[in-house]
């Protein structure tokens, strides 16, 4: 398999390199696209498949107050609804069908677009459901990742019948305790605990439903020390071409306190992140993982999310997600110059290998504002006043709607508030500057994003 790496080049004006061959994909000059998605990331997607010379319609389905900005919003198509997609995508001739969050995957849609041959002449970007299990299951990803030895933390599983044995592993322990529920739990399935105590009480409340259906069984793992990245792979099951790194801060309060949280913010580039680093992630991680699916039969169309601890130069990986992360793409896709549609395709296609990787050198950095009480309890609907940017920041919607000619929350993550800069800290500056302008009733938002990066 090849990577390709990031070019300066810049993204040819004719045909694409693997244009001209009998798939008549390729030789549309423009395509129709439904992105499937409400949230902070599927803004940033919207926002890079907008731009694309390629796009001739584009359709968010169901959308929120601010992708209507790059598209049409279809607010009653669920993204769970398969048969209802399917019809949509017939009726409105789509070329091209993009997946943004991590449960209509897990729960299939590739695989059920690749049982209709109504549906064989449209290109899928996403995993099918044996591909997703990487982030459906947790406990599937940590068996996958010791059978290809690719280095991750010493962990167990264990099931409500299983407690005893749970609270034992627990005591072999050092502390702190990471506590998993297997399942997916909206980004708020993973507890770091100080105590064997709190450990104790943490795993008998996600035994006991915590979580739902999630917590059926429970990971628990060692502890890695370090300082975290996000690295992302797209892949069309053979090749792959990494995307710019990216860090986000998943805590609530300043200073990483409080409950963890879908994500408060992201940076990118991360300094530490150096190509000697790069390499260990590529040789160690990236490749074994990619050849670890082919291997076991997985064919994997779609974006990989290497959620890593950079252990004293040494990378581990702390989980898989089969999509894009979220807050991380708000600041990772303003940082790709060529085709975002192009790369769509180049997945989905298999022609990764072909695709010219253009990365601005420019930092970006991304704060969530968040609705007060989040990530507990918290009220919707109130309305926001929100500023006009300047060209270099830009407003990723995330929890919103229109009421009454209004934009009002409809979320924990309300909106992410991305900026170019030079520097990371010329980045941050200008997100903070635009976030306080940002007006709504409880606003919250952390004070310290990327400050930790600021050399």
């Not at 390199?17 to 499937?36: K, S």
Request: hydrophobic content about 40%; proline content about 5%; glycine content about 10%.
């Amino acid at each position: 398999m090849r990577q390709k790496q990031s070019t300066k080049q810049t993204q040819p004006e004719t045909n694409l390199p693997w244009e001209g061959n009998t798939t008549n994909l390729h030789r549309q000059e423009t395509i129709a696209i439904l992105l499937l998605g409400s949230g902070g990331r599927e803004s940033a997607m919207a926002y890079n498949i907008a731009k694309s010379k390629r796009c001739a319609r584009l359709y968010i389905a169901p959308g929120n107050a601010g992708t209507e900005t790059y598209g049409i919003n279809i607010p009653d198509l669920d993204p769970k609804d398969f048969p209802a997609i399917a019809d949509f995508v017939l009726d409105q001739q789509i070329d091209l069908l993009v997946t943004g969050p991590e449960e209509p995957l897990v729960l299939g849609i590739a695989d059920y677009f690749a049982s209709r041959p109504d549906l064989a002449h449209v290109a899928v970007v996403g995993p099918g459901q044996d591909g997703a299990r990487l982030e459906g299951s947790k406990d599937f990803s940590k068996a996958f990742m010791q059978r290809h030895d690719i280095p991750t933390a010493r962990y167990q599983s264990f099931m409500a019948k299983e407690k005893d044995e749970a609270c034992a592993f627990i005591e072999s322990l050092c502390p702190p305790y990471v506590l998993k529920a297997d399942g997916l739990a909206a980004g708020k399935g993973v507890e770091i605990l100080e105590t064997e105590q709190e450990a104790k009480d943490s795993l008998l409340a996600m035994l006991g439903g915590k979580f739902g259906v999630a917590g059926d069984t429970v990971l628990i793992e060692e502890f890695l020390s370090g300082i975290e990245c996000s690295v992302f792979a797209a892949t069309d099951g053979q090749d792959y071409c990494l995307l710019p790194v990216a860090k986000d801060y998943k805590r609530i309060g300043d200073g990483d306190t409080g409950p963890n949280t879908g994500g408060m913010g992201s940076v990118s580039p991360v300094y530490f992140a150096d190509k000697a680093f790069m390499d260990k992630v590529e040789e160690r991680i990236v490749r074994p993982t990619i050849h670890g699916l082919a291997s076991e039969g997985i064919s994997y169309k779609g974006f990989i999310f290497f959620g890593l601890m950079n252990v004293k130069g040494d990378p581990y990986v702390i989980e898989y997600n089969c999509r894009l992360g979220d807050p991380e793409t708000e600041s990772v896709l303003p940082r790709i110059k060529s085709d975002f549609v192009d790369l769509l395709l180049a997945i989905a296609l298999g022609k990764v290998a072909d695709y010219p990787m253009e990365i601005d050198e420019r930092a970006v950095t991304s704060v969530m504002l968040v609705s007060g009480g989040y990530p507990g309890d918290y009220t919707k609907g109130i309305t926001m006043d929100l500023p006009e940017p300047p060209e270099d920041i830009m407003l990723f919607h995330a929890g919103t709607r229109w009421a009454d000619n209004h934009v009002v929350t409809n979320g924990g993550r309300v909106l992410a508030v991305s900026a170019y800069g030079k520097t990371v800290e010329e980045a941050l500056g200008k997100s903070y500057e635009i976030a306080k302008q940002v007006l709504f009733e409880g606003k919250n938002y952390r004070h310290d994003i990327g400050r930790d990066l600021i050399e």
